[in-house]
């Protein structure tokens, strides 16, 4: 079955008692049982709920996986996965992760004696050498947020695999429309789906997918333990979004590269980050893992002020937080999305003041092209 397909119809079926093509949203706490130990698949909805099976089941066929959970964020369903860890473990991610990942392992985490190294998973050399004897986890973003870095899944598969490491995988930029580290041999794929996978901006979830079953049991253990389920209503939300994420897909990615292509060519822009662009380091690789490139971009204006008068002067694209959705919107990561990055870290990892991150929406390209250009003319 090929992807649109699934995307429309895989894990859904009419609701057996009325037809309903659409999955019905339970909204229900508990579940009557016939008698002790017999019910219907059902008995308390913070361990499973109908609504949200549906869901696992479409995130699993999606990502080629066998077993999907979902959560009530893309923080909690990293939480769920570092749950996996025990204290004085070593887990190794890369530096250039979305900031609340950041905050989590550094900031939350730490005080439970798990140790977070950051790193550049983009050379392989950097990452081999910051694995030690307790390290269990190599996490990695790629592309990553902010500047759009890829990580090389085939050779990091190779290293885990050799140490008997878990290998997880950020995908909430690439989509699995777009990116299938499952078929790449990665253990654990995460989603934000309030992201591209909800598509509309309006419902917050976390999506794993996996294929171990032994795994699965035990994050499913972790999910029912610690409680950060998908609410049934958010569950429907994100099923009515995946079965368009293919089109969706398409247009970003098309409006993506014409906008970073226009930004590359702007002399008030220093840098451009976008995969697709012939000038992006790791270019040839993100060709060979990815479908496409998505619909994300970084442009560093060289300063704050700069970014500051720009984001002050667009009018189409949406200052906001989040990204994913049909409108395009645009953020400052240094203030809003990694603020909590220390200074002399974000600007290592090339997340400066006058950086700008663009999630290109679907809308006309020439209306965002006008939006942009005008923006700039008032640095």
Not at 32 to 60: C, D, F, H, M, W
Not at 285 to 300: E, H, N, P, T, Y
Not at 347 to 371: M, Q
Request: aromatic share 6%; hydrophobic share 40%; proline share 4%.
């Amino acid at each position: 079955m090929a992807f649109s397909t699934k995307a429309v119809h895989a894990g859904i079926e009419p609701d057996p008692t009325t037809g309903s093509i659409m999955t019905p949203i339970h909204l229900t706490s508990t579940y009557v049982q016939e008698e002790l130990g017999k019910n219907k698949g059902y008995e308390y909805s913070r361990v499973s709920n109908p609504t949200r099976t549906v869901l696992e089941r479409s995130i699993a066929a999606l990502e080629n996986g066998t077993e999907g959970l979902a959560f009530a964020s893309g923080m909690a369903a990293e939480t769920a996965i570092f749950h996996l860890l025990q204290a004085g473990d070593h887990v190794v991610v890369s530096h250039n992760v979305y900031g609340g990942t950041y905050r989590l392992g550094k900031l939350v985490l730490n005080s439970f004696n798990l140790d977070f190294e950051f790193v550049d998973t983009t050379d392989i050399r950097t990452l081999k050498a910051a694995l030690k004897p307790n390290t269990r986890m190599v996490f990695i973003e790629t592309p990553t947020n902010p500047t759009m870095e890829i990580t090389d899944l085939a050779a990091v598969v190779k290293l885990c695999r050799a140490r008997k490491l878990i290998s997880i995988v950020d995908n909430t930029f690439a989509t699995p429309y777009l990116q299938n580290p499952l078929d790449m041999g990665i253990d654990i794929v995460v989603h934000s789906a309030t992201k591209y996978l909800n598509g509309h901006s309006d419902m917050l979830g976390g999506l794993i997918v996996l294929k171990d079953k032994a795994l699965a049991e035990r994050l499913r253990f972790i999910q029912k333990s610690t409680g950060g389920i998908l609410s049934p209503f958010d569950a429907w939300q994100c099923l009515r979004g995946i079965k368009t994420l293919a089109v969706r897909m398409d247009r970003h990615t098309m409006n993506a590269m014409e906008i970073a292509l226009f930004l590359n060519k702007q002399r008030k822009v220093k840098r451009v980050n976008y995969p697709g662009l012939i000038s992006h380091p790791q270019h040839r690789l993100a060709q060979k893992q990815m479908r496409g490139f998505g619909g994300m971009i970084s442009f560093d204006l060289g300063s704050l002020d700069n970014a500051r008068k720009f984001l002050k002067s667009v009018r189409l694209c949406a200052l906001a937080e989040s990204l994913g959705g049909v409108e395009t919107l645009i953020s400052h990561p240094a203030t809003m999305t990694h603020a909590s990055v220390p200074v002399e870290e974000r600007e290592r990892i090339g997340v400066t003041d006058g950086l700008v991150r663009i999630s290109v929406g679907i809308e006309d390209l020439e209306d965002l092209l006008a939006d942009l250009k005008q923006a700039l003319a008032k640095i």
